[in-house]
């Protein structure tokens, strides 16, 4: 499993959204509009699946 990450539009990091999913999870997720509170910048963001990707080590 890997952290579901998107990328803060403000500070063009990229920021963990608490999903945790393998690529066949995200894939077949159904995953709908999700806010986040980012905690790069503070703003709410809106995310979809199309925004998002997973971090490449997985932590192991
Ligand atoms: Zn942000």
Redesign the pocket.
């Known amino acids: 499993m890997s952290q579901v990450l998107i990328e803060?539009?403000?500070?063009k990091?990229p920021?963990a959204t608490g999903w945790d999913l393998d690529w066949a999870g995200l894939e077949a997720a159904s995953i709908g509009e999700q806010t986040?509170v980012?905690?790069?910048?503070?703003?709410e963001?809106r995310w979809t699946k199309d925004d998002a990707w997973l971090r490449a080590d997985g932590g192991g």
């Open positions: 803060c539009p403000e500070t990091r920021v986040l980012c905690p790069e910048c503070g703003k963001h």
